[in-house]
């Protein structure tokens, strides 16, 4: 009965949290003979949680929350939240293309700072929600965010906008930091950007 009701949570999360990435307009084709991509990422409107928190807010009512637990915690804790775009996220996201792309034989790198790329890649972070974990049950991370390939000399030209929608985030066993499932979204969306650039520029 135990199985029976775990199986039942674990299929419910999963169709919850199944992601959702569409070519909304443009043509990624633009991408297929292109050995470099240049990207950005912009949080500067990302909302969190169900109640669209900004993330000042987010992280105040996290920080306080912790810290009323344990005197200290919240403030590590919002050390570690500052940390994550640069030490999880990002990365996740990057590494995830690449591989995938690799492994198909395409030769082409995707990376920020590549001033000399004809085109970037400007990934959008719309809204995160951490999910958690409390060792029996556990709820993933979900990202979702919108993906423009623009002429990085004039990057108000959009060739092409992609949207992903709840990229989840989770891993095998328990995963108590919710930076880390936040980062698993990342590489989820990575993954699903890869796959449909695939399909849609490298065919």
């Known amino acids: 009965m135990k199985k029976s009701l775990l199986a039942a949570v674990f299929f419910i999360t999963a169709f919850a949290s199944a992601q959702k990435m569409e070519l909304k307009s443009g ?5 297929k003979n292109e050995k470099e991509v240049n990207v950005e990422f912009n949080f500067s409107n990302v909302k969190l949680m169900k109640e669209n928190k900004s993330e000042a807010e987010y992280v105040a009512d996290r920080q306080a929350e912790l810290n009323g637990k344990a005197k200290g915690n919240g403030d590590i804790w919002k050390k ?8 999880i996220w990002k990365p996740k996201f990057l590494e995830l293309i690449n591989t995938v792309l690799t492994k198909e034989d395409k030769n082409a790198t995707f990376q920020e700072g590549l001033s000399s790329a004809k ?3 400007i ?3 719309d809204w995160i929600f951490p999910g958690w974990d409390v060792y029996m049950m556990k709820q993933p991370a979900k990202v979702t965010t919108t993906l423009k390939v623009v002429e990085s000399s004039n990057k108000s030209k959009v060739l092409a906008e ?15 930091s919710n930076e880390s499932r936040i980062g698993e979204g990342f590489a989820k969306t990575g993954k699903s950007f890869a796959k449909l650039l695939l399909k849609k520029a490298y065919k």
């Open 27 to 31: 043509d990624l084709a633009v991408l």
């Open 123 to 125: 990934v959008d972070v």
């Open 119 to 121: 085109y970037t890649l």
């Open 80 to 87: 570690k939240w500052e940390a994550a775009p640069e030490g």
């Open 162 to 176: 992609v949207t992903s929608e709840n990229a989840p985030g989770d891993q095998w066993g328990n995963n108590f």
